[in-house]
């Protein structure tokens, strides 16, 4: 009976892969190659696979064999167990959202965005607040099915960070707004800016691209388990371990954020290339967490990429790369230029020192709605105020404020504090690696990155789902999540930067 | 009733064509952009959503609902009437199949596909042999599954030749094998020959990619529904009418093979384009048959891009793109070097005028097997006796001979008469266009093709399945489809360039 019941649950397991992958080529088709008219009938066939995906998934029958497993789950191996355990979290996590309630929330959702694309450009947050107040009752009601402790926000985080609460969040996250923008206040008033003037020419395109894909293959990222295109919003997307997709954009304005960007993207490519081969076709073979999907990116994009030993090593092949436009350009310019902090409206275009300060702002205004602290009407103003407080910036607008993100309108509350635990993760589980292995910054200086990609390998990619994001940190790094670690890494890096 | 059976109908048949449509992206992508290592998962995501499909389609329900509308077909729609007929055809197909027996076809086509592989490799027959038994005897039985009047080849023919019968093959073949080969003979006794010696040069290659790019526009291949990528076996495949791929390779040592190939899967697509647009989602925005299909490639690449109008027009435009390379060549050059008639070993490498000559020896030998006339190891003798009277060439190898096509590997046993009847279709029809369109080579010559796609829209897309092969041919031209408009076509067009 075990073993049948084994051999079906993994069976189902494979086909709703197999199912999820071919949605994963869908949406990346879509956003690479697709010709424009394919989008109309594109949406029908990702709502077809979505729906049998879904089906299978909930099925009685599924559950039971998931269940019988789990009640005997002292016989099983300890894969067997993981993958037991990890599904039937995720089956009862879907069956208790009725049916009726997804589908109004799947209408709600969509209406949402669409609503949210004309307010953005219209700039009137008006006519997004009936769909926005919708959506927020919807993410109460979700969090009622699902249960909780504490605080309804709890129970929206955990689709997005398993395990982690908000009261943790508070902690973290305190000193962190403090020392945060402490540290902001006191850069901005520091005599020592960087020069990047040299940064008005124009960058030839072409060699953005291929300079990006060296890089990208240096740092361990498998072209014969992957590739990169081009897309307008660049993104990830991994149909399996064997098949990573990475996507990026290039401007001539700029030559660093088609590289910076590629190494991000790359950092969550060595992730989904780093899970365990014989996961394959099972929910093992998935992020821990979105955070730590995140810590992955942030540390090659951020702690590595924007190093100095890593562009004593690269700026030579850049300046080969660029040619005529690079000419005359130092290591310490580069280096200064892309590490330049400046706090500004947009979240996605903030750098290193301001980017939390955005995120804490989001999840303080959105945990604040589900508690019913605030209503939907007052956002913008909670906003604007925050944004001053936090980074000193007055808001001309709402499209630039409050309505900037796609998340909300997709009904996605508790998804923002993510990118921010991302960051600490990296800090903190690089504070660690740099411990481990004390000649890390002269391998990267000599272009060498399979030391850092090993322990990463070792400490969080070949786990997949069978631990949590607390337990990945803890276990690497002996300590649970915490901010001081990234907050010691900003202040050296960057008093050092602007002499504070 | 009828109303909620029509609308689980259109539910379902759409359901399966989304399921179909991510099936040809699947297989489009892993023939232009997957990872190398992305192959072996890419097989499990296409058996699974195979399986989907066929479950879906082979539904009892599904199958009572669509016999309910087909007893009460008076009450519908013209297009609901064409539907349900269509449908519960390929259902009454599938359902008189067993599934063992499908199992038991599939596993030998894919080990009959890996010995054909290994077998030609090695010019190996004797290895291959077994496996072509078995398939040959799971082609029987399958005949036998489905009933047929006269030979079992019928029973073969109509997956994809609906409605033609192997007593019409003779008939049309007959002649076609008698004076074709007389045309071969006579061409290759005239004084007169093509001088091709100027084509040993190295033709770049961006250039040709792009050249066709621009015939294609011109042809009226809509790349706002479609797009062409480099692949190395070029193909068509379409996810919709809205979303149709063409693939093409390149290659240095010839200026044509690029773009005969490219007009030949533009042709492909010009059809799957021009299905009816409230067709999609459903059955009937599919081709009539595979020698419909294959007349409209046919007709693009042969009928017109071989032909000296065309060439008027666009010898310019191909020296200006080739530059270097083409300086010095002329209408005349070009037009004689790509109309080269030389009788060959491979099929596909064949000219206008021998091309069918390959097909007719592969018909008259598989339906000589079907009817156990012949055994599997009699195929190499056969088929060399054969080569020698039909083109007068000796075959060295039976790797160049009887294992060089894929198809008898795959257990597709009456699939080649389509590309010979695809001629013969193109002919027929082109032959009533001119009589319709008497400006035609006008302008063709002016690079206007909108009157023959027009024509070809009207009489041949937007019936999608509506209509056999056979309808569209009467229908079109007034008489059943027949070998002598290709015949009167090659003895004309070669008569003249060979001075025969």
Redesign the interface.
């Given at each position: 009976m075990i073993e049948t019941d084994l051999k079906e649950v993994r069976k189902t397991l494979?086909?709703i892969s197999?199912?999820n992958?071919?949605l994963a080529?869908?949406s990346w088709?879509q956003q690479t190659?697709?010709?424009?008219?394919?989008a109309?009938?594109?949406g029908?066939?990702q709502?077809?696979?979505s729906a049998?995906a879904h089906q299978k998934f909930v099925s009685e029958e599924f559950g039971e064999q998931m269940q019988r497993l789990h009640d005997r789950k002292n016989e099983l191996s300890t894969d067997d167990r993981s993958l037991v355990e990890v599904s039937l979290y995720d089956y009862d996590r879907a069956v208790c959202l009725p049916e009726e309630f997804v589908e109004e929330l799947t209408i709600a959702q969509s209406a949402g965005f669409e609503a949210w694309v004309a307010a953005r450009k219209e700039n009137d947050f008006t006519s997004f607040l009936p769909h926005l107040e919708k959506l927020i009752d919807l993410a109460r009601r979700k969090a009622d099915y699902h249960g909780y402790e504490g605080t309804p926000y709890n129970a929206l985080l955990e689709d997005f960070e398993p395990g982690m609460t908000a009261e943790q969040l508070d902690r973290i996250f305190g000193e962190l707004a403090l020392r945060q923008s402490k540290l902001v206040e006191r850069i901005a008033a520091s005599p020592v800016q960087p020069d990047t003037s040299w940064l008005q020419r124009e960058w030839p395109k072409q060699p953005q691209f291929d300079f990006a894909r060296l890089v990208l293959q240096d740092i361990g990222f498998?072209?014969?388990?992957?590739?990169q295109?081009l897309a307008p919003h660049p993104f990830t997307t991994s149909?399996?371990a064997?098949?990573v997709r990475l996507t990026t954009r290039i401007s001539s304005e700029e030559p660093f954020s088609c590289l910076t960007g590629s190494i991000h993207e790359g950092g969550h490519g060595l992730y989904e290339q780093g899970f365990a081969e014989h996961d394959?076709?099972t929910p093992l073979a998935n992020c821990s967490s979105l955070g730590i999907h995140e810590s992955q990116s942030r540390t090659w994009e951020n702690i590595i990429g924007r190093s100095l030993p890593f562009w004593q090593h690269y700026t030579p092949q850049f300046k080969q790369y660029m040619g005529e436009a690079a000419s005359g350009i130092s290591v310490e310019q580069i280096f200064r230029a892309i590490n330049r902090v400046s706090p500004s409206l947009i979240r996605v275009e903030a750098d290193e020192c301001t980017y939390n300060l955005h995120i804490i702002l989001r999840y303080e205004i959105e945990r604040a709605l589900l508690e019913g602290r605030i209503s939907a009407r007052e956002i913008p103003e909670a906003w604007n105020a925050r944004m001053k407080e936090l980074l000193g910036i007055d808001v001309p607008d709402d499209a630039s404020g409050s309505l900037q993100d796609i998340h909300w309108s997709m009904g996605m509350f508790g998804y923002f504090p993510t990118y921010a635990l991302g960051n600490l993760y990296a800090a903190q589980m690089f504070e660690q690696v740099e411990k481990e292995l004390p000649g890390l910054w002269s391998e990267i200086e000599a272009g060498q990155f399979t030391g850092l990609l090993n322990w990463l390998r070792k400490n969080v990619h070949l786990h997949g789902r069978r631990k949590l994001a607390h337990q990945i940190i803890e276990d690497s790094t002996g300590s649970p999540p915490a901010s001081g670690p990234y907050l010691q890494y900003l202040e050296s890096k960057y008093g050092s930067l602007y002499a504070l």
């Open positions: 494979g086909e197999d199912l992958s071919s080529l869908l088709d190659y697709m010709p424009p008219k394919g109309v009938i594109r029908r066939q709502a077809t696979l049998l498998d072209y014969e388990r992957g590739r295109d149909l399996s064997q098949d394959v076709r």
